[in-house]
């Protein structure tokens, strides 16, 4: 049974329930992206798929938040940290992404996603936000030990080109997360999220260009256009506003329990509808590095 201490103000269990259906969609988006990209007539480019995404997530975030009586203006002394971390964020968190998405397998992106809390705590350790301590210095150091499990293959250590990206895309996210902060102090989340994709449309735009003459688009299958639908609505705007949302209902920290799930449901989601095999390396390099989050986040050794 549930304690009262588990509802928020409203009596509701509604921002629990967002939030969980926040997790299942960005689960779920690993498994679309990597249904949809290829180098087949059938299939989108990369940065074409990106580029889509990202511009048509902004324009539906700007819409959503005016709708909602939001001002969409900034001001023009935010600029430049809203320019950096859509470059030094956004930007390389969806290059290396992308690129890992293509090289690996979404289980194996699920599991190492899992660690992205752990980069969230070290760049804000880097960057004196918070002060090191030795129980948060273990939990690092158990949260990449699980990446280790997932690296191990007979008998060695073998580092797969896509989960190093996918690795790298973690710590971008962090430094996202983390100097995004300063931008939704001054704005509405979903207007900075959506200044931010719009200036990270920008930066991927050369990169569209290039791969244009390679895109075939009469004919990419109807189940790819769903699948890139799906990621932009689905994991772009919709996930972003409920996150948002539960953020605002019950709280940071509950929320970021929650969000334990994703890794869970992008494992699930992987064996369902792309039937990719969760090994023992999975599951141990998942339990691993989430008990690796859990000493770091908890009060307690």
């Given amino acids: ?30 498994v679309v992206t990597k249904n949809a990209l290829g180098d087949t007539p059938d299939t989108f480019r990369a940065f074409i ?6 511009s048509a997530a902004s324009l539906l ?17 935010h600029i430049p940290l809203i320019v950096g971390v859509s470059f030094f964020g956004m930007f390389f968190f ?40 030795k129980r948060v210095i273990l939990g690092i150091i158990i949260g990449f030990c699980g990446m280790l499990a997932l690296s191990w293959k007979g008998g060695e250590i073998v580092f797969n080109p896509g989960d190093i990206f996918i690795l790298l895309s973690c710590l971008f996210w962090a430094v996202y997360t983390v100097y995004g902060k300063k931008i939704t102090k001054n704005y509405n989340p979903l207007v900075a999220t959506a200044w931010i994709y719009f ?27 769903a699948n890139i639908t799906i990621s932009c609505i689905g994991s772009l705007f919709l996930a972003n506003s409920l996150y948002y949302y539960s953020v605002n209902k019950i709280g940071p920290s509950r929320v970021g329990v929650y969000t334990n799930l994703t890794p869970v449901f992008t494992l699930l989601l992987a064996a369902l509808i792309r ?27």
């Avoid at 049974?1 to 988006?29: E, H, Q």
């Avoid at 390679?214 to 990419?220: H, K, S």
């Fill in 1 to 30: 049974m549930l304690s009262r201490n588990t509802i928020n103000k409203s009596g509701s269990y509604l921002p629990d329930a967002a939030v969980v259906l926040t997790c299942f969609l960005w689960g779920l988006n690993a």
């Fill in 61 to 77: 975030l700007f819409m959503a938040a005016g709708l909602a009586g939001y001002p969409l203006g900034i001001k023009r002394r």
């Fill in 49 to 54: 798929f990106n580029e889509i995404r990202i």
């Fill in 275 to 301: 039937d990719e095999s969760i090994g023992i390396a999975h599951i141990v390099g998942l339990v691993v590095i989430l008990f690796g989050i859990a000493i770091s986040t908890s009060r307690r050794l």
């Fill in 94 to 133: 969806m290059v290396t992404f992308i690129l890992g998405i293509s090289l690996t397998s979404a289980s194996n992106l699920g599991v190492i996603n899992a660690s992205t809390p752990l980069f969230i705590i070290l760049i804000s350790f880097v960057t004196g936000i918070e002060h090191p301590t």
């Fill in 199 to 225: 200036v990270t449309s920008l930066f991927q735009l050369p990169f569209f260009i290039m791969q244009l003459p390679t895109q075939y688009w009469a004919e990419i299958s109807t189940a790819n256009w």
